[in-house]
C-alpha cells in the first residue's frame, strides 16, 4: 500500500490532502512547494510516485521559458510510482493493478488515428497532450485516459525504481536507432558521451553494431564509455596531455584529436577505412551536425538526436550532404512499442540502470540535484520522491 494511503473497508483509499512537489520558473529556479493532491477523474489513475529523473531539456533555457510562461511549473517527466487508485471507468492494461509497481509515459497515443496506423506515435494529435498531471516531480500525480491504456507498464520484480526512471529516456534511444535503421555490423559513432550519448551507445552495442567510436572531450565520461560499450575513443580535449591510461577491461583504442571536424573524420579514417555507418549526435547545436555529417562515410546515416531552439537553425554543408547521400534523419521522443522495447533493454542489464544513476537526492534537496545535472561528471541524476 502507497504511502499515507489506507484500503477501508469501504474500498476508497484516503489520500493525504497536500503533496509536496518540485517547481520550476522561468529563470531556472528550483523549489519545493506544496500543492493539492490531484483526484484521478474517469479513465484515470493515480501514482503515488517514488522517483524522477531530471533530463537535459529541463536545462534548456528556451524550453523551460516555454514551459513557465503561466508561473513556475511541476518539471520532471521521467517518473516511476506505485498505482493508489483509478478513476471512474479506467481501463488498466494487463498485469497493472492497486499497489502496482510502474513506469508511467508523460504522453500516449490513441492507436487508431492516421499517424498510429503508421506507427508514427509521437505525431498523434492525442500523444501532443499532456498526459501525467501535475507533472513527475511530484509526489502524487494522475495520468490520462491513455497513458494507462497504452504507456503504463508493470515493472519486473525487484527491479529498483531506477529501472522505471530509465525507460523513457531509453525508449527514446530505441526510437532514433530504428528510425536511423540500425543492421547488425555496422560501424557507429556516437557524439557526445553524455547521459543519453552514453544510452545510444549502450543500444547500439546490445544491437549487433559491430564497431561503436564515442567523441567527447570529458575524461571521466569517455572512461565510461570505453569500458562498457566503446570500442574507439576520440578525445577532443584541448592541450598536449599524455594519453590517459587504457581503461580497466581494454584495451580500447583512444585517440587525442583536435576537436575540428576535418580532423576528426581523418581520424576515424584512419581506424575504420571509411567514415561511420551510422553517426548519432547527441547534442544540440550547428557544430556538434556538421561533425556528425563530416565523420559519416558516404551513403551513411547522421542522426540528429536533440533540437535546436526556435529561430536558430543550423546552416548545414549541402553540398556535401547532397553528393555524399548522407541521409539525415531526426528523431524526437518515442511511443509505446519503444518504451517496452526499453523496459526489455533495462531488465536484462544490457542497459545498466545502476550503473548509469551516478547522483541521488531526496525532493527536500532537488535545487542541488538540478544543478548537479549541468556537472559534466553526472550521468543521470535522480531525484527520490
Known amino acids: 500500500m502507497a504511502e499515507g494511503v489506507t484500503g477501508p473497508a469501504t474500498g476508497a483509499p484516503v489520500l493525504p490532502e497536500a503533496m509536496q512537489v518540485a517547481l520550476l520558473d522561468g529563470q531556472g529556479q528550483v523549489r519545493v ?98 498526459g501525467l498531471r501535475p507533472g513527475g516531480m511530484a509526489e502524487y500525480a494522475v495520468i490520462a485516459p491513455q497513458v494507462l491504456r497504452h504507456d503504463t507498464l508493470p515493472l519486473p520484480e525487484g527491479a529498483g525504481w531506477e529501472v522505471g526512471v530509465l525507460v523513457e529516456p531509453v525508449a527514446c534511444a530505441v526510437h532514433a536507432l530504428q528510425r536511423a535503421g540500425l543492421e547488425p555490423g555496422q560501424r557507429v559513432m556516437v557524439i557526445g558521451a553524455g547521459f543519453m550519448g552514453q544510452v545510444l551507445g549502450l543500444v547500439a552495442r546490445a544491437w549487433g553494431a559491430a564497431e ?25 580535449r584541448a592541450g598536449t596531455q599524455a594519453e590517459p591510461a587504457q581503461p580497466p577491461g581494454g584495451p580500447v583504442p583512444w585517440v587525442r584529436v583536435a576537436s575540428g571536424p576535418e580532423e576528426v573524420a581523418r581520424r576515424l579514417a584512419e581506424r575504420w577505412g571509411e567514415g561511420a555507418d551510422l553517426v548519432l549526435v547527441s547534442p544540440a547545436g550547428e557544430q556538434p551536425l556538421r561533425l556528425g555529417i563530416a565523420c559519416a562515410r558516404p551513403g551513411g546515416t547522421v542522426v540528429m538526436f536533440a533540437p535546436t531552439a526556435p529561430g536558430h537553425d543550423p546552416a548545414i554543408p549541402g553540398y556535401d550532404i547532397f553528393f555524399r547521400e548522407i541521409r539525415l534523419v531526426p528523431s524526437y521522443s518515442a511511443g509505446p512499442p519503444d518504451t517496452r522495447a526499453a523496459l526489455d533493454l533495462l531488465a536484462s542489464g544490457q542497459v545498466p540502470a545502476r550503473e548509469l544513476v551516478t547522483h541521488r537526492y531526496p525532493l527536500a534537496e532537488v535545487a542541488a540535484a538540478y544543478r548537479q545535472v549541468k556537472d559534466p561528471g553526472a550521468l543521470k541524476v535522480l531525484v527520490e520522491l
Open 33 to 130: 512547494a506544496r500543492r493539492p493532491v490531484p483526484q484521478p477523474g474517469p479513465g484515470e489513475a493515480l501514482v503515488r510516485l517514488r522517483a524522477c529523473g531530471i533530463c537535459s531539456s529541463d536545462l534548456l533555457d528556451w524550453y523551460v521559458a516555454g514551459k513557465a510562461r503561466e508561473g513556475p511549473f511541476v518539471f520532471g517527466h521521467e517518473p516511476a510510482g506505485e498505482i493508489v487508485a483509478f478513476g471512474p471507468g479506467a481501463v488498466p492494461p494487463p498485469g497493472v493493478d492497486v499497489g502496482s509497481r510502474v513506469f508511467v509515459h508523460h504522453h500516449a497515443p490513441c492507436m487508431a488515428c492516421a499517424a498510429c496506423r503508421r506507427g508514427d506515435y509521437v505525431h498523434c494529435p492525442l500523444w501532443r497532450q499532456p
Open 212 to 236: 561503436r567510436a564515442v567523441v567527447d572531450r570529458v575524461p571521466g565520461r569517455l572512461a565510461w564509455a570505453a569500458r562498457r560499450w566503446a570500442t574507439l575513443v576520440l578525445d577532443t
